[in-house]
């Protein structure tokens, strides 16, 4: 298990870069990663001996680095103008004088988001409310899938991990990620499928893809896989908060 972090900063392809030093006692060697979607950089050491030369590896490692960072896609900052995944649909975002918080304007001659209030708070109203959506969504699925299948879930929680859709423990407690309500409706329902299954069998063995194929159907498991393959990480571009901007 990965423990602590903390934060070096190092010039890369001629830009200052945050780097997440993590130290995790199980890795066998110094590992780099830079995340497809969000652009984080971290790299990994064994113990805290071997920080520096796991970050003089990472230096090494710039140009790799820097090839990997403009791979990522431009963040999505949920501001009136932007586009957004909604339920596997692309919805403008528009400011609106009326009254209510955030809703979807089914009267609009595109697919249409509303969202009322001060410019400056829409991205984090329009946040809170697919999270929202997303605990409701989820809940409600997983809750179903339990119900069909004979199991009980402890406790769901909807979070927002970035290596991971869902995760599901021995204690009868599924997590999924709030991002998944960006997805299409069968997308979030093989997850949900995928974790429930997970509280009879504890693996990815045959017996467990058997449970999945039963509660979704292999046809709608397989489409899932291949859309978060292909889509996945477009998820998260999404983030109501803009990055502190950094000196050098």
Not at 33 to 42: L, Q
Not at 204 to 222: P, S, Y
Request: charged share 30%; proline share 4%; net charge positive.
């Amino acid at each position: 298990m990965e423990k602590r972090a903390r934060q070096e900063t190092m010039r890369i392809g001629g830009k200052s870069v945050s780097v997440k030093v993590r130290l995790n006692p199980r890795a066998r060697r110094l590992i780099v990663k830079v995340h497809p979607s969000t652009g984080e950089v971290a790299v990994v050491a064994p113990s805290e001996r071997s920080v520096q030369k796991a970050l003089d590896f990472a230096r090494q490692e710039g140009d790799w680095i820097a090839g990997r960072l403009d791979r990522v896609p431009d963040p999505v900052y949920l501001e009136p103008g932007d586009t957004v995944l909604f339920k596997g649909n692309l919805y403008v975002l528009r400011l609106s004088p009326d009254r209510g918080s955030v809703w979807i304007d089914n009267d609009a001659t595109r697919p249409t988001i509303r969202v009322t209030g001060k410019r400056e708070h829409a991205p984090r109203r329009v946040e809170d409310w697919l999270k929202k959506q997303a605990r409701t969504a989820i809940t409600r699925r997983i809750n179903a899938l339990a119900e069909e299948l004979g199991v009980n879930v402890t406790r769901i929680t909807v979070r927002d991990a970035t290596s991971r859709w869902g995760s599901c423990s021995t204690s009868g407690a599924i997590s999924l990620s709030w991002r998944l309500i960006m997805a299409p409706n069968s997308v979030l329902n093989y997850v949900a499928a995928h974790e429930v299954a997970h509280l009879r069998e504890m693996n990815h063995g045959t017996r467990f893809w058997r449970i999945v194929d039963k509660l979704v159907g292999q046809d709608e498991a397989e489409t899932a896989q291949a859309w978060l393959r292909e889509f996945g990480s477009e998820l998260h571009r999404y983030n109501a908060q803009r990055p502190k901007r950094r000196r050098g």
